[in-house]
């Protein structure tokens, strides 16, 4: 048989495949009957892939078909061949449906506990093929990354300015007071702010502290009262811990009081709440993150219908 050169566009997977299934069945036939083609197509199929090897793949007989010596080697090589382009199918089916790849979440506040952490869990027990990137950082910084495609998406709190990018609220926490466990408060169903306006408050200088200090000041202030809130160079776990200790009261959101903390208690404010937002920019095109927004939007929905106020 005369030699042939074999060039990417005449090499045949659909003719390797077919060379494979006959030499595990030893039959054009029986490889015919498992494909439910004609025994014809199937030799015609290993014939044209014989011509552009340039070998004979099988000796044929009446009884059957066997390898040649030259087969052994290239039935080898074509299941190989075959193996590997089906997983490689396989990965790009698992990336176009987000099944593979990492996810780049930006938060402000604790996923510890609540909505957060139930969105999050569930996401990833779904989706295993996926890993999960957590990054701390202030709601202005984690918008930039969002919009610099450094990260997939962020939880915020409230509704920040997202130029360029996309925002839409998820859940509400309810506002918890941060105080000492042997506070005069510390057992109360409800606290009302005018129970605090002589309380001193601590906050974190890392967000959401500053936000905190605002909003703290603004509310004591519609009662005429001059806010006594310092603001520490702390991060959240060490301001939580100074609570404990009695140097002042704080607030967190409902999931942050989720955490255990050694000698702190977390009651709820008045009836105050905080929105979260999750934002997002449209020229994303991280398979994984179209499937975490659509997950994200289903458990919210199905929070709201459990908890109307939320």
Same mark, same amino acid.
């Given at each position: 048989m005369p030699k042939a050169s074999v060039s990417e566009d005449t090499l045949d997977l659909t003719s390797l495949a077919y060379a494979v299934l006959v030499s595990e069945?030893?039959?054009?036939? &029986?490889?015919?009957?498992? /494909?439910?083609?004609? *025994?014809? =197509?199937?030799?015609?199929?290993?014939?044209?892939l014989e011509d552009t090897l340039g070998v004979s793949l099988f000796h044929r007989?009446?009884?059957?078909?066997?390898?040649?010596?030259?087969?052994?080697?290239?039935?080898?090589?074509a299941r190989?061949?075959?193996?590997?382009?089906?997983? &490689?199918?396989?990965?790009? /089916?698992?990336?176009? *449906?987000? =099944?593979?790849?990492r996810l780049r979440l930006g938060v402000v506040a604790s996923i510890a506990c609540g909505f957060s952490r139930h969105l999050l869990a569930s996401f990833v027990r779904d989706h295993p093929g996926l890993e999960l990137e957590v990054v701390e950082g202030s709601s202005a910084e984690n918008i930039a990354?969002?919009?610099?495609l450094t990260l997939d998406f962020a939880f915020v709190a409230g509704a920040p300015l997202s130029p360029r990018c996309e925002l839409e609220e998820l859940w509400r926490e309810r506002v918890m007071v941060a105080l000492p466990d042997h506070h005069h408060l510390a057992?109360?169903?409800?606290?009302?702010?005018k129970q605090l306006e002589n309380e001193r408050f601590i906050v974190s200088h890392v967000d959401p502290g500053p936000e905190i200090q605002d909003y703290i000041i603004r509310s004591l202030a519609d009662l005429g009262r001059h806010p006594n809130v310092e603001q520490l160079s702390v991060q959240r776990e060490t301001l939580l811990?100074?609570?404990?200790?009695?140097q002042g009261l704080s607030l967190v959101g409902e999931a942050e009081a989720g955490v255990t903390y050694p000698g702190v208690a977390f009651r709820p404010l008045d009836h105050e709440e905080i929105p979260f937002s999750l934002v997002w920019s449209q020229s994303n095109?991280?398979?994984?993150?179209?499937?975490?927004?659509?997950s994200a939007r289903l458990r919210a929905a199905e929070r709201r219908a459990t908890h109307p106020s939320s």
């Open positions: 069945n030893g039959s054009f036939r &029986l490889a015919g009957q498992m /494909l439910g083609v004609r *025994t014809s =197509a199937v030799s015609r199929r290993v014939r044209s007989t009446r009884r059957g078909v066997q390898a040649t010596t030259a087969g052994l080697r290239v039935l080898k090589r190989s061949i075959l193996s590997d382009v089906g997983a &490689l199918k396989r990965t790009a /089916l698992q990336n176009s *449906t987000g =099944a593979e790849g990354a969002v919009r610099a057992t109360a169903k409800l606290i009302f702010w811990a100074l609570v404990g200790l009695a095109d991280n398979p994984g993150f179209r499937r975490f927004l659509s």
